[in-house]
């Protein structure tokens, strides 16, 4: 019994298919974090010069407006056009990280829409659990993940502005133009360096999170038997319909042996009814078997019916084992059927 509570199995496909119909699917933040920010400086770079020049219309608009009469309709054009640029300004750069934002989650646990992880759930609430939340072995790990990676990346940039700091008395002798250009160098290297650590760190996460995710989902041995009965049902009920079929098949095939031709049986174990239409089928057609105690049930529902029963063990083990159920008789056994079958019209005088 202790095995059986024992969360030591793999998570079924439905356990998985389940979890994410809820919402709960493996998201590590850190890569999702890492590929939006990835895209935020790229679009930034490559908009940069579309940016910086809506941003000196506005000025440009801005100084325009000197010595011009303050009134309401003069605030409201200021307004309109300073929310125009705007957006004209941040809407590229927002729209590029939004994108980047469904991507990054889309290639962690592919498209997902559920509204269950959004529905109202009192049990999340509960302050007892959430204090108890507060000071779990997930929150702890959490917080020294987070203050590892901020320790990491907050200690290589200060490394490297410190090294560019050594620098500056040897920049300060350029020109305005190259001081711009070599901060802007020393911008990106720091950015893309502590980008790349951050990238590290991400595909870390995302092992860790997807172990957490998948050993969270584990089952116990009982839980995998109670899917399985879900699913597919009760064995007892199954085996029970299954019952049931078999005697409603029974009670057909013995409706069929009192219009059988001949039984041929082994005295005691099988019973073979044979019937013979040739206007119907070209060979003939077992339409009752059975075994022991079906046998003996056969035999005597011929002896009622009058039908002759034919004691030959050979042939009765041959057609029970060869010949299905309302299957024509096969030509090896031609033969053999066929002079019992001519015992059986002579006795008739057929």
């Known amino acids: 019994m202790a095995d059986d509570a024992e969360k030591t199995e793999e998570p079924t496909d439905k356990k ?71 957006l004209l300004i941040v809407m590229p750069l927002a729209i590029a990280v939004a994108v980047a934002g469904i991507v990054a989650a889309v290639a962690q646990f592919g498209f997902l829409f559920t509204t269950k992880a959004i529905m109202p759930d009192f049990k999340k609430i509960d302050p007892i659990k959430g204090f108890a939340n507060l000071f779990s072995i997930k929150k702890l790990i959490d917080s020294v993940k987070i203050t590892f990676k901020s320790f990491t990346v907050l200690g290589v940039g200060f490394i490297l502005f410190f090294y560019f700091i050594l620098e500056l008395p040897t920049v300060a002798l350029f020109g305005l133009d190259d001081q711009i250009d070599w901060l802007l160098d020393k911008m990106m290297v720091i950015a893309f360096t502590i980008l790349f650590i951050i990238f590290i760190f991400a595909i870390i996460d995302v092992f860790i999170v997807r172990k957490q995710y998948f050993d969270g989902l584990k089952m116990s041995k009982q839980e995998i038997k109670d899917e399985m009965k879900n699913m597919e049902g009760d064995p007892h009920i199954k085996s029970k319909i299954r019952q049931i079929q078999m005697q409603a098949s029974r009670r057909r095939m013995m409706a069929e042996v009192p ?29 009752a078997k059975g075994m022991d105690h079906i046998a003996q049930q056969i035999k005597k529902v011929a002896r009622e019916n009058g039908v002759h029963i034919v004691q030959n063990p050979p042939l009765a083990r041959s057609l029970y084992n060869e010949v299905d159920l309302d299957k024509p008789i096969p030509e090896s056994l031609f033969a053999a059927v066929a002079e019992v079958l001519a015992y059986v019209y002579k006795m008739n005088r057929k």
């Open 16 to 86: 998985i298919a389940d979890a994410r119909e809820e919402g709960n699917v493996p998201k590590s933040q850190d890569a999702a974090g890492v590929v939006t920010l990835f895209v935020a400086i790229l679009a930034l770079l490559m908009l940069f010069p579309y940016m910086s020049e809506h941003m000196v219309l506005l000025f440009k608009y801005y100084f325009s407006l000197i010595g011009t009469p303050m009134d309401k309709p003069f605030m409201l054009d200021i307004a309109i056009v300073t929310i125009r640029e705007f």
């Open 259 to 287: 219009h059988a031709d001949v039984v041929i049986t082994n005295p005691t174990h099988y019973a073979v009814a044979i019937k013979y239409d040739e206007q119907k089928t070209r060979a003939p057609v077992v339409v």
